[in-house]
């Protein structure tokens, strides 16, 4: 257990109790090295004092060689346990005697050292001189043995440090226990409170305050914090319920609201079915689940075409794809689309397939990020029109039958006009690969026939009369002529069927080529003031708008031919959804009450000898404005010139 | 020794090595010393009663009348026949006791005897022992003799040789009479007795 760990209790004991371990070891530790030093001092001591009294006693004996009082006064030293060995050595250094008796020489020293004293191992020795009135008479050798000595004291010592120690030690031991309790206790307490509140979560109890010291101004602290816990819990609690009971009107508020918005949608007249972007039945309304005989417990929640499912009995059943196809687009487009009258049988409760007629309208919900959140479909049951049932009687009734029977009517008509629209489409694009194989094998045989015209006059030519050469060169310019026409043809049947390469087109610049190439070719020895300015950039197929320009202009600068000079001019102007692109003579005109007839194909208002052309310039004008969704008109008083209109919807346009 | 501390540098050897050398020395050491200390433990007991005499120089106090002045010398006299075969003059050469230079004369008759504090009555005199004694009256002066019963006779110091040692028999009664003090060292070194009662 880490002493991280251990009750504050047990610390406080530990560490007192440490503390005066370790001072009590040092304190120990010191005055045990000194009584050491002062041991040792001692023992030499004694062993001087005790070396000078023997020696005092010995120098009579070793002055006259007496050997029994010698050892007698050596025997004295029995008295010294500690003294392990002594011998006294005559003048000359001879060993004289020793103690004890028992000792052998052998462990004596042989001769005398010089005075003083050696600590060796564990033996402390001297070599006392022997002196009689100034006069060395001999030496005395004493061996004290240290180690017992030492070993006795430092018994001793150290059972004497061992039980103050212990001694020491329970004191402090006790001292900790109750001084502990001085700082552990408090903390304890404030602990234990501590534990309490978080436990009972009653922030309305306080700690008792001890003392002034740390801890007593931590529990004020602790205090001080429970006071503001409890402010600031009843604080919170209070908040709570005020924005619980906020809530609670809110919600309240929010679900009569939305009771009242189902109400309103679940009763709108109409038949109502919300639906997910993946066909999933969100909400129905009223109108719809009667007419549908189903209920709103059946139908929410529930793929749309999980509920209406094809009358499997009908084998031509296309309800559900159609349905399909056109919920498919709105999600595509994120616009409404309205289908034509579907029969979309409807299963009765009873399993039976009922034979139902539709006018379907799905429109998209739109999010805020502009995309498909919901899908509302909106269907009119038809099915009476479609059966002109007149079961019911009274005026106004049979005026609602008279409604519905001619509803029915417009139903049935409307049938009636997409199929020969398609009928139409198919004869128009029949005769027009028609015309176009037709015109271009007319090419040939014309061919021969101006080739072999111009052959005859030329190998024969001298053969034939004035009259007859005249006759050829009639064939050959009407063969001729005939050949532009089916150009023509064939450049107005192809407007119709060639593809558009839309692009942005330069009108400006477009014009100006064109009038350039004019007035080296056709416009060439004319006098012509012309005048193009501020033409746009429109979004269009190039070769298209070239041809219109390349009719108007050349138009422009045929009928102007009498004047001299002319004056073509090419301008704009804006209109609120169309630009409007004109060209203005100064030429021969024509009636207005001919303004319609100028743009159908074959319509001359001048005689061709006159001013020559096929009559389809215009035509293809048309036809090719039409195609960009524009329109053609023209304004004209005879001898007072004309105006050409073209117009292109505005966002066609765009800005050079 | 060098090879092993070769092959062994620091090692164990090198110390085992110096510590055999150690006991060779000191094995020779200690033979010479044993043949030499039998030659010494020969008994010379005039050798050692010279040095017994002077000795006394050591061990008596002596009274102040008893010198000529402070710094005058210590005499030891023999008389009669001198045993100590020029013995006691190696001994006392260069002595001092205290300040006082250590001199030995030798004479025939006590009247020929000058200022003297330690008197040498050797074994020649033995049979005028009593009236040398009694000539020298109460001057103070140590009577040293190895005549036999020489203390009983009122001699103050008599050397007793037994079984090659010397021992001391000291007459306290003629010391005293004197005025002379005897270091109580040497009387516990001594045998002590008194003039007349005689013992073996």
Known sequence: ?????????????????LTSAVVMLLMRGTFFTYEYVTFRRETVRQLTTLSEIIAANSTAALAFANEQDARETLSALRANHDVVAAALYDQEGHLFVHYPDTLAETSLPKAPGDGGFNFDHSRLTKFQPVVQRGRRVGMLYLELDTGKITREWLFGSLGIALAVMALVVGVAYLLARSLQRQVSVPILDLAEIARAISERKDYSVRATKVGNDEIGRLTEAFNLMLGEIETLNRDL?????????????ANADLKRERAIFENIFESLPGLFLVLTPDFRIVAASNAYLTATMTTRETLVGRGLFEAFPDNPSDGDADGVSNLRASLDRVLKTAAPDTMPIQKYDIRRPDGVFEERYWSPVNSPLLGVDRRVEYLIHRVEDVTDFVHQRTSMPGDSEQLRIKMEQMQAEIFHSSQ????????????????????????????????????FAGLLVKSDGSQLSDKGRGYLRHISDS?????????????????????????????????????????????RDRAIEWKIDGLPTVQGDFAMFRQVFVNLLSNAVKYTRPKNPAQIEVGCFDEEKEVVIFVRDNGVG??????QKLFGVFQRLHRSEEFEGTGIGLANVRRIITRHSGRTWAESMPGAGATFYFSLPKNREQNP | MAL????FPGSLFSGAGRRLGFWLATLAVSTLLASKSAAQTEFKEYQLKAVFLFNFAQFVEWPELAFAGEKSPLTIGIIGEDPFDGMLDDVVRGEHAGQRPILVRRFKKIEEMGECQILFIGKSE?????????????RPLLTVSDVDRAARRGTMIRFI??????????????????????????????EIVTTGRDQP
Do not use: C, W
């Open chain 2, 4 to 7: 092993l501390t070769l092959l």
């Open chain 1, 1 to 17: 257990m880490s002493l991280r760990n251990t009750p504050i209790r047990r610390k406080l004991m530990v560490m007192l109790l």
């Open chain 2, 126 to 138: 033995s049979a005028r022992l009593e009236s040398i004694l009694a000539s020298l009256g109460s």
């Open chain 1, 479 to 523: 063969a001729k002529q005939m050949g532009v026409l089916i150009d023509d043809l064939l450049v107005f049947s192809r407007m119709g069927r060639s593809e558009m390469k839309m692009a942005p087109v330069n009108l400006q610049q477009l014009a100006s080529e064109i009038v350039q190439s004019l007035q080296r070719q056709e416009a």
């Open chain 1, 590 to 595: 024509f009636e207005m009450q001919y303004a």
């Open chain 2, 161 to 190: 040789t037994d079984r090659k040692k010397i021992r001391l028999r000291i007459n306290l009664e003629a010391t005293k009479r004197v005025g002379l003090v005897v270091s109580s060292k040497l009387l516990r070194a001594s």
């Open chain 1, 237 to 249: 609690e209070r908040r709570v319920v005020e924005r619980t009971n906020q809530l609670a009107v």
């Open chain 1, 416 to 451: 009636r006009v997409q199929e020969s629209n398609q009928q139409l489409r198919a004869a128009n694009d029949e005769l027009e690969s028609f015309s176009y194989s037709v015109s271009h094998d007319l090419r040939a045989p014309l061919r021969h026939i101006d080739g």
